[in-house]
């Protein structure tokens, strides 16, 4: 089993549609989640961070779910601008200072 | 200000130079990181640095060379690479939590892209 899982996608999503992302990992001990969005040929950019809580930032919601090993990203209101690749990203327990990258997750938005 | 630079942003080089990458951060950020995308892959973790002293070297081969210069500054030195290196080589900072649960995240600068000849 992948330490961080993704659906690849693609997702094709018309303009102002709701799109929801999911992610697994496997690490119980991992303590700080992420969702990156990367653009082709581009660093990946941090979105948002995912607290136990759930998030909000603007159209862009994250919950994570650490009894299930389980993070989601709801887009709102998608706008042709969040066609990118979607990365979930987990840092791992105590004192761990290494991130693990889902493969990722292409979303294009259609006009 | 999350930005971090890298130089340069483009790289050809043959299998008998040498070369290095540079990565530069003025956050005040503590960690730093080096690792290496291939295309439609996700990020790799090649080297961590923590307080200037290396702490992860996830196995890479000895024609990778890091070194930390100081807190701002984190070189690659490339020797002797092979045409299966060329990749989009990505330096990322942190503030470094080591010790405490959690974890800030990562900012990544623009990457240089290598193609190895």
Same mark, same amino acid.
């Given at each position: 089993r992948k330490e961080v899982e993704q659906d690849p996608g693609p997702f094709n999503v018309p303009e102002g549609a709701t799109v929801a992302f999911n992610c697994t990992y496997s690490n119980s001990a991992s303590q700080s989640f992420f969702w990156y969005r990367q653009d082709c040929r581009?660093?990946?950019?941090?979105l948002m961070s995912v607290y136990s809580s759930g998030n909000e930032d603007g159209r862009f919601t994250a919950q994570l779910n650490r009894a299930?090993?389980?993070?989601?990203?709801?887009?709102?209101?998608?706008?042709? *601008?969040? *066609?990118?690749?979607?990365?979930?990203?987990?840092?791992?327990?105590? &004192?761990?200072?290494?991130?693990?990258?889902?493969?990722?997750?292409?979303?294009t938005i259609i006009p | 200000d999350t930005e971090v630079t890298q130089t340069p942003k483009h790289l050809v080089m043959g299998m008998t130079n040498k070369k290095?990458?540079?990565?530069?951060?003025?956050?005040?950020?503590?960690?730093?990181?080096?690792y290496k995308?291939?295309?439609?892959?996700?990020?790799?973790?090649?080297?961590?640095?923590?307080?200037?002293?290396?702490s992860i070297n996830e196995s890479v081969p000895s024609r990778f060379s890091p070194e930390c210069p100081n807190s701002s500054l984190l070189n690659l030195h490339l020797h002797a690479l092979q045409p299966e290196d060329s990749a989009l080589y990505l330096c990322?900072? *942190?503030?470094?939590?080591?010790?405490?649960? &959690?974890?800030?995240p990562q900012y990544f600068g623009p990457g240089t892209r290598l193609t190895v000849l």
């Amino acid at each position: 089993r992948k330490e961080v899982e993704q659906d690849p996608g693609p997702f094709n999503v018309p303009e102002g549609a709701t799109v929801a992302f999911n992610c697994t990992y496997s690490n119980s001990a991992s303590q700080s989640f992420f969702w990156y969005r990367q653009d082709c040929r581009k660093e990946p950019k941090l979105l948002m961070s995912v607290y136990s809580s759930g998030n909000e930032d603007g159209r862009f919601t994250a919950q994570l779910n650490r009894a299930s090993q389980y993070i989601s990203l709801l887009i709102r209101d998608s706008k042709l *601008s969040d *066609s990118a690749t979607y990365l979930c990203v987990v840092r791992g327990g105590f &004192g761990n200072e290494k991130l693990t990258f889902g493969t990722g997750t292409r979303l294009t938005i259609i006009p | 200000d999350t930005e971090v630079t890298q130089t340069p942003k483009h790289l050809v080089m043959g299998m008998t130079n040498k070369k290095s990458l540079k990565c530069e951060q003025h956050m005040g950020h503590r960690a730093m990181y080096w690792y290496k995308q291939k295309a439609k892959k996700p990020p790799e973790l090649m080297f961590v640095y923590s307080y200037e002293k290396l702490s992860i070297n996830e196995s890479v081969p000895s024609r990778f060379s890091p070194e930390c210069p100081n807190s701002s500054l984190l070189n690659l030195h490339l020797h002797a690479l092979q045409p299966e290196d060329s990749a989009l080589y990505l330096c990322a900072s *942190s503030q470094d939590r080591v010790g405490l649960a &959690g974890g800030p995240p990562q900012y990544f600068g623009p990457g240089t892209r290598l193609t190895v000849l």
